[in-house]
């Protein structure tokens, strides 16, 4: 006789979604990296270029990248979780990078969607 199988349980209401807000963390990173270059400040920036410092940028893009893997890694299946950190890694930076090669206001949009992505993950 075979053993009784585990039931699968339902993601309770108050889980939060750690791959919505890796998303949101990659977006928010490569617009912080995108916003350190001098080339890219102005354009997205705009006014607030002189106000925030390239090096504070630079840092805040790389912790943003570790929070994201955190997040992802914060899954059960965590080889599953890398690759799909990777991916969302290629996808944040095409979106960014297709944004500054058409319009930066396509960037900032992604940058905001990244927020918005971040908040509707722990509200998940």
């Known amino acids: 006789?075979?053993?009784?199988?585990?039931?699968?349980?339902?993601?309770?209401?108050?889980?939060?979604?750690?791959?919505?807000?890796?998303?949101?963390?990659?977006?928010?990173?490569?617009?912080?990296?995108?916003?350190a270059m001098p080339r890219h400040a102005p354009s997205l920036l705009?006014?607030?270029?002189?106000?925030i410092s390239a090096p504070a940028l630079r840092a805040l893009g790389w912790v943003l990248l570790v929070a994201a893997l955190m997040a992802t890694l914060w899954a059960t299946d965590w080889p599953l979780a890398l690759?799909?950190?990777?991916?969302?890694?290629?996808a944040s930076a095409a979106c960014m990078l297709l944004g500054l090669s058409y319009d930066a206001r396509i960037a900032r949009a992604a940058a905001v969607l990244g927020a918005i992505g971040i908040v509707a993950g722990m509200l998940d």
């Open 1 to 35: 006789m075979a053993p009784p199988r585990a039931r699968a349980r339902a993601p309770s209401p108050r889980q939060v979604a750690p791959g919505m807000i890796a998303a949101g963390l990659t977006m928010l990173a490569f617009f912080a990296l995108a916003a």
């Open 46 to 51: 705009g006014a607030w270029t002189a106000r």
């Open 83 to 90: 690759v799909t950190w990777f991916g969302m890694l290629t």
